[in-house]
């Protein structure tokens, strides 16, 4: 197994914003909107390198979404980002008519999503983005883990004709990915084999997995942590193969316990072959204020967390 | 290029159409559709440079969207004439397994649409993306959008107004069936608009009216007046006055008919007050 190591502190924001950069000299068809927030965004760089293809709508999300679902029309590939909450609860009508059940292919880009925005507190700490946009029909929902892998992410959805939800954050956080490895939309990663119980994970929660593995791994605990990125469509296979393995299952996410990675997990269990799993996400709550490291903490988002539901879901099987 | 009879023996047929789709269905929206058969007449077959047969990116042509989508049976019929699609087809609006749904939309592939509406006030965004679309693939042609006049209730709308003006989308002609009604009853009662025409020219746009919307020969007019007035650095707006139900007396001067289907009595007596000039489907 690859020995998945901290190569350094990275904004997943920034991997998108990498992404664009890219994008922008590779593909002339995309083109970006934001509802002033390009710093926070990061995508400075695709601004001053292709401002015509550039669209600032000013503090106006259901504006960008029904411009980015026209701009489709004539073959452009939009990339309309704004913070998470915007960029989903305030506009989910937007989305649902204009982009997902008009089949337009939009890519909503969205920063600051969980809780690990941090200080400006639950105003803009949406923990139900992943459940409102996987229950569109259509609608490709990623939430890659690093810095890396939000770059392959970005430029993997520009190639995937329909509308895509990527959620990534705020708070540099290790980035451990190789930075060539290929994105595949719906597929799986493994990151670390075990036998004795699955962690699945996704976002900002992989890494915290793989400390929870390393740690468990020192108590006589064999744990595989597979990366979800992308929750719907969901890698079903990789998910049963491994818990038809192990016979367990703990699932991470920085979201609600409600409408996340982990229900969709559950349903698949359920409907093939049902097993003791353990929640690692918010449970039904707001967030506040605070750091980031200190919200993971205090809302149980963290590879302490994992591991003690790992103990939690052993004693299930 | 129709003559004027042409373009008003069309509207008759159209509106023909529309009071058979609602009746057969007993649900639908005729009173707005009958209030805009002229425009619609007008756009597809005199003002419109269109293209033969439908592609969505609709390079290389005009397009247009309906963003008060309720409006469905005089978009479904004008269509359907047009050639988009086979007429007859217009025997399936609002069943099951049609691509003539309630409210207009591209999931089930009906050429000729190219966005969902009926969730009010998305409709001028989406076509301030594609008047944009246009401008970075150097397609002069042009996008017509038209819009509720209760609709502007909707918040979205003014944020594409702004947007519009202050980013000099001048390939854009929105137009607002100013028919004074919405479901509840009149607009002015429900919650006041006002002058319409003045608020998009405070916000930058290029206003102007046509007196009565369903005056084939005005509204030919003002829609050409309008495409003169593109690409002059302003978004064009026409406040168009129509009277809800035109064309069928008992439907007219009151909102009662924005969502309700004629009984066998009454479709009898409103198509014999539309005789029919094209033949029905």
């Known amino acids: ?317 | 290029m129709p003559n004027t009879q042409e373009l008003q023996d069309l509207v008759v047929q159209v509106r023909r159409d529309i009071l058979r789709m609602v009746h057969k269905v007993n649900s639908g929206h005729p009173g707005g559709s009958l209030g805009c058969t002229e425009f619609f007449v007008a756009l597809y077959n005199e003002v419109m440079e269109l293209k033969d047969g439908f592609d969505m990116d609709g390079i290389g042509e005009d397009v247009f969207f309906l963003s008060n989508g309720h409006i469905s049976p005089v978009f479904y019929s004008v269509l359907a004439r047009r050639g988009y699609f086979p007429i007859e087809e217009l025997n399936t609006f609002r069943l099951i397994d049609s691509r003539l749904q309630g409210h207009p939309t591209t999931h089930e592939g009906l050429p000729g649409v190219r966005v969902a509406s009926g969730s009010l006030g998305q409709g001028m965004s989406v076509a301030i993306g594609a008047a944009l679309a246009k401008k970075l693939n150097g397609d002069d042609h042009l996008v017509f959008s038209l819009h509720g006049d209760g609709e502007l209730q909707e918040g979205q709308n003014w944020e594409a107004i702004m947007y519009a003006a202050g980013n000099k989308v001048d390939n854009l002609i929105s137009t607002v069936d100013r028919n004074g009604q919405q479901i509840d009853g009149a607009t002015e009662d429900v919650l006041p608009i006002g002058d319409v025409a003045e608020k998009f020219r405070v916000f930058g746009w290029d206003v102007l009216e046509i007196e009565n919307g369903n005056d084939i020969e005005q509204v030919l007019a003002g829609l050409k007046e309008a495409k003169s007035r593109t690409g002059k650095g302003k978004p064009v707006c026409i406040v168009m006055t129509t009277e809800m139900g035109n064309g069928v007396d008992f439907m007219m001067h009151t909102h009662a008919w924005h969502g309700k289907a004629p009984s066998d009595e009454q479709l009898a007596n409103a198509l014999e007050q539309n005789p029919e000039t094209l033949g029905d489907y």
């Open chain 1, 1 to 317: 197994m690859t020995k998945y190591t901290d190569q350094g502190k990275q904004d997943t924001r920034s991997g998108y914003g990498a992404g664009m950069t890219e994008l922008g000299r590779t593909n002339p068809n995309v083109v970006a909107l934001c509802a002033d927030l390009v710093g926070s965004l990061k995508i400075e760089t695709f601004i001053e390198e292709n401002p015509e293809r550039f669209f600032q709508v000013g503090i106006a999300e259901a504006n960008m979404m029904g411009m980015a679902a026209g701009l489709t029309i004539g073959g452009k590939i939009p990339f309309a980002s704004t913070f998470a909450n915007f960029a989903t609860g305030r506009v989910y009508d937007q989305i649902r008519q204009s982009i997902a059940y008009s089949d337009k292919n939009v890519k909503i880009c969205a920063s600051h999503s969980g809780l690990t925005l941090g200080e400006d507190g639950a105003t803009h700490q949406i923990l139900e983005d992943i459940g409102l946009m996987k229950m569109l029909p259509g609608m490709t929902v990623i939430n890659p883990c690093d810095f890396n892998q939000t770059k392959a992410a970005t430029i993997a959805i520009a190639e995937h004709h329909g509308p895509v939800y990527l959620r990534f954050g705020r708070p540099k956080v290790a980035n451990f990915t190789p930075v060539d490895q290929k994105f595949e939309i719906g597929k799986a990663l493994m990151l670390n084999e075990g036998t004795d119980v699955t962690i699945i994970a996704t976002g900002h929660l992989v890494w915290q997995a793989l400390l929870a593995a390393e740690s468990l791994e020192n108590q006589g605990i064999s744990a595989e942590v597979i990366n979800i990125h992308t929750i719907k469509p969901l890698d079903d296979k990789a998910i049963l193969d491994s818990v038809k393995k192990t016979g367990c299952v703990v699932t991470a996410e920085e979201h609600n316990y409600l409408g996340g990675l982990g229900e969709s997990v559950a349903r698949v269990l359920a409907s093939n072959h049902p097993a003791p799993q353990e929640f690692v996400a918010t449970q039904d709550t707001f967030g506040e204020s605070g750091t980031p490291e200190q919200l993971m903490e205090k809302y149980g988002l963290n590879n302490k967390a994992i591991e003690a539901a790992v103990l939690k879901v052993l004693k299930r099987k």
